[in-house]
């Protein structure tokens, strides 16, 4: 099954009298285990894409589909479900809680999910590690660098242990060192632990380290550029063993 199904969908914002078409009947599938890039020009729909892959925003026409359900037909209290339960989201800044040790930033999205103190410490812990930074657990962010920040919000991505991981700009803010070493870091999270993750940027110092490239201009998903290279624990039913299914 596909984890996510975008059918002819199109994205319109209204701008006062100015209709903005953002996508404009993009057809596009995401299957467990992808690792996706989203690249394009500023403006060209990217972090549009993203936001309804994860489902904080629906189309104006046209199907999306996420898990096989469509989004339309979910009430609000299914979709924050979904939300919770499926997404990990990565943001350009970062946005860590400057006050919270980098424990507590990564277990902030396990208060949606009934979990005791005990387990969520243990589930912070292990996240950290598998961003190689759990000797920092009580640091706060204004005492980690940019890029230790960046596997911060990853490992807050990661905690909940979400179907898919959605990534806007993640490495734009990071020089190339870090940039590259992030994208390492996702890739080796994807073929080791079988995370699913999409991601845009417009860097193309990254692009050669990615199997799945798609191109937006103008809200129009132009180019699909599949390597033929997988990752050695590539077949996606291995992959989605780690998760719960909703
Ligand atoms: N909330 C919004 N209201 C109005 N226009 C928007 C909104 N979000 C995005 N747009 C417009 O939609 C287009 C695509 O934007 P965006 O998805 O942010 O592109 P990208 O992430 O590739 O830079 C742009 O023309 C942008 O100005
Ligand atoms: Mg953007």
Known sequence: MNLVEFASVTKRYQLGDVEVVALNGVDFQIQPGDFVAITGPSGSGKTTMLNLIGCLDA??????????????????????????RTFGMIFQNFNLIPVLTAEENVALPLHLHNLSRQDM???????????DLERFATFRPDQLSGGQRQRVAIARALVTRPQLILAD??????????????????????????????????????????????????????????????????????????????
């Open 169 to 246: 700009e993640p490495t734009a803010s990071l020089d190339t060192a870090n940039a590259l070493s992030l994208v390492e870091l996702m890739k080796r999270l994807n073929s080791e632990q079988g995370v699913t993750f999409v991601f845009s940027t417009h860097d193309d110092r990254l692009l050669r380290h990615v199997s799945r490239i798609v191109e937006l201009r103008d809200g129009k998903l132009t180019v699909t550029h599949e390597q033929t290279k997988r990752t050695e624990h590539g077949s996606p039913s291995s992959q989605t063993n780690r998760y719960e299914v909703m």
């Open 121 to 131: 410490r243990q589930r912070a812990t292990e996240a950290l590690r598998a961003v």
């Open 59 to 84: 189309p104006s026409a046209g199907e999306l589909r996420v898990m096989g359900k469509t989004i339309e037909a979910l009430g609000e209290q299914a979709l924050d479900q979904l939300r919770s």
